[in-house]
């Protein structure tokens, strides 16, 4: 099919990723939101129901690649290695009041429509989601 392996050729893989405040790390991030729970029940609720959609559409439409949840940042760790010397720490010791929370990966037509599904993504409207083009092992973008 001509018009198919255009399209194809023409797609790339987005990594969504989620950022959220980790004083109530627990998952979906957005239902713990402070922001969110201060909003009216029908409009939880619906926003809550537009996240599920987006997430059925997307799988349905082949988009979802994959995606998962971290842990807190309390039981991670960051490694260094400065003048060939480990230095491996407790936590991130990210100065900043939201830190990544989880990932999407999505397989689109267009940096517009990862920017799309990214918006509708809950936590865009609490805290924040970068897009960023995945790049091939070869250094080629996807």
Same mark, same amino acid.
Not at 21 to 39: G, I, K, T, V
Not at 99 to 114: F, H, I, N
């Given at each position: 099919?001509?018009?198919?392996?255009?399209?194809?050729?023409?797609?790339?893989?987005?990594?969504?990723?989620?950022?959220?405040?980790?004083?109530?790390?627990?998952?979906?991030?957005?239902?713990?939101?402070?922001?969110?729970?201060?909003?009216?029940?029908?409009?939880?609720?619906?926003?809550?129901?537009?996240?599920?959609?987006?997430?059925?559409?997307?799988?349905?439409?082949?988009?979802?690649?994959?995606?998962? $949840?971290?842990?807190?940042?309390?039981?991670?760790?960051? &490694?260094? @290695? +400065?003048?060939?010397?480990? !230095?491996?720490?407790?936590?991130?010791?990210?100065?900043?009041?939201?830190?990544?929370?989880?990932?999407?990966?999505?397989?689109?037509?267009?940096?517009?429509?990862?920017?799309?599904?990214? $918006?509708?993504?809950?936590?865009?409207?609490?805290?924040? &989601?970068? @897009? +960023?083009?995945?790049?091939? !092992?070869?250094?080629?973008?996807?």
């Amino acid at each position: 099919m001509p018009g198919r392996r255009d399209r194809e050729e023409s797609r790339a893989k987005y990594m969504l990723l989620i950022y959220s405040n980790p004083e109530s790390w627990e998952h979906p991030m957005f239902l713990r939101d402070p922001d969110f729970r201060a909003l009216p029940e029908e409009e939880r609720v619906e926003l809550t129901r537009q996240a599920e959609a987006m997430h059925k559409e997307i799988v349905e439409s082949g988009e979802f690649v994959g995606g998962e $949840a971290l842990a807190a940042p309390l039981i991670s760790g960051t &490694v260094r @290695v +400065r003048d060939g010397a480990l !230095a491996a720490t407790d936590g991130p010791f990210i100065e900043t009041k939201e830190q990544l929370a989880g990932y999407l990966v999505v397989d689109c037509d267009s940096p517009e429509r990862a920017t799309e599904i990214a $918006a509708r993504i809950p936590d865009a409207r609490f805290a924040a &989601v970068e @897009v +960023r083009l995945m790049m091939e !092992a070869s250094g080629q973008d996807v």
